[in-house]
């Protein structure tokens, strides 16, 4: 079965490939989840514009990871949220909300994928964040949180 992958699946492509799958894995699980759909000549369209949506999100070079970690590290990032006494958070913070608060402080467009949270953020104050620029370019970031 040929489809073309609307989203990253491990270990099969990336957003706009077209995959030759065995059926089942295909209509029981690729499709279903909305992680690809059917090979069509209509498709092509839509595999243009998956993989131009792809190239912008990208990080573009190894010059460009650079410059984007260079002003991730002269940043300053604060992120406000709810806590009990004890200072544990009512619920967490999520990779969504750091690249929210990295946009907020003036720095870079992120994408959340590429924000790694090596153990969710449950308490208040500083934590260290790892954000995956390029293949050979990781920068590392401190997320200040406070309560409200």
């Known amino acids: 079965m040929k489809l073309v992958l609307t989203q990253e699946v491990p270990g099969l492509g990336s957003p ?3 995959v030759d799958v065995a059926d089942g894995y295909g209509r029981n699980y690729l499709v279903p989840r909305r992680y ?6 209509g498709a092509e369209r839509q595999v243009a514009q998956i993989k131009r ?3 912008a999100r990208a990080v573009r070079d190894l010059d460009h990871a650079k410059e984007i970690a260079g002003q991730l590290s002269g940043l300053s990032v604060r992120l406000v949220s709810r806590a009990g006494k ?3 958070l009512f619920g967490s913070v999520t990779a969504a909300d750091v690249v929210s608060a990295v946009t907020d402080a003036g720095g870079p467009a992120l994408d959340r994928r590429r924000v790694e949270l090596s153990t969710p953020i449950k308490s208040l104050g500083s934590h260290t964040v790892a954000v995956h620029l390029h293949p050979e370019v990781s920068a590392k970031l401190t997320v200040q949180v406070t309560s409200a």
């Open 86 to 88: 004890e200072g544990r």
């Open 16 to 18: 706009g490939d077209i």
């Open 36 to 41: 690809a759909i059917l090979a069509t000549r």
């Open 53 to 55: 949506a792809r190239d």
